[in-house]
């Protein structure tokens, strides 16, 4: 049965890197859904989430692959990852800001900028959530919307 799994993989920083992972993915027909990259603090390293669908089969391959890439020093593909995503969202200004502000407070949210024609909103959390809070914002009919990307880390 396919489902969505986080695989959450520390390289070290070096060129190509993201290259020869994301051609890992492409050349065994595998898509990445979501992809988040950044450097670990004061370190060398980096820290690579990747959101991708598949089978059990499908990711224990991914993962034996993963291992085998040189740059890779650790590979964890677990059910119990906390994961967050952010969202930003450009809303026409039609309904009271009060409405808005409500519904963004209850998905960890908050109104981030506001001008004459538009305001942008930002939620931070898990992106099942962030799925539910922009159904929810459907009604005020969205201008724009960009989605960070998984980030995750091990509990």
């Given at each position: 049965m396919e489902s969505k799994r986080t695989i959450c993989v520390t390289v070290i920083n070096?060129?190509?890197v993201l290259a020869r992972i994301?051609?890992?993915?492409?050349?065994?027909?595998?898509?990445?859904e979501s992809l988040c990259v950044a450097?670990?603090?004061?370190?060398?390293?980096s820290h690579i989430t990747i959101t991708t669908k598949g089978n059990a089969k499908v990711f224990e391959q991914i993962v034996k692959q993963l291992h085998?890439?040189?740059p890779v020093l650790s590979v964890v593909e677990s059910d119990t990852l906390l994961q967050k995503e952010m969202v930003l969202v450009k809303l026409p200004i039609k309904q009271p800001l009060a409405?808005?502000?409500?519904?963004?407070?209850?998905?960890?949210?908050?109104?981030?900028?506001?001008?004459?024609?538009?305001i942008i909103i930002t939620a931070t959390d898990?992106?099942?959530?962030i799925d539910s809070f922009l159904c929810a914002l459907?009604?005020?009919?969205?201008?724009e919307i960009i989605r960070s990307g998984v980030v995750a880390i091990e509990r």
């Open positions: 070096e060129h190509s994301s051609g890992l993915f492409a050349g065994r027909g595998y898509n990445i450097p670990l603090p004061n370190t060398d390293l085998k890439l040189i409405d808005i502000k409500a519904l963004c407070e209850s998905y960890n949210g908050l109104i981030a900028d506001a001008t004459q024609k538009h898990e992106p099942t959530r459907e009604q005020y009919k969205p201008k």
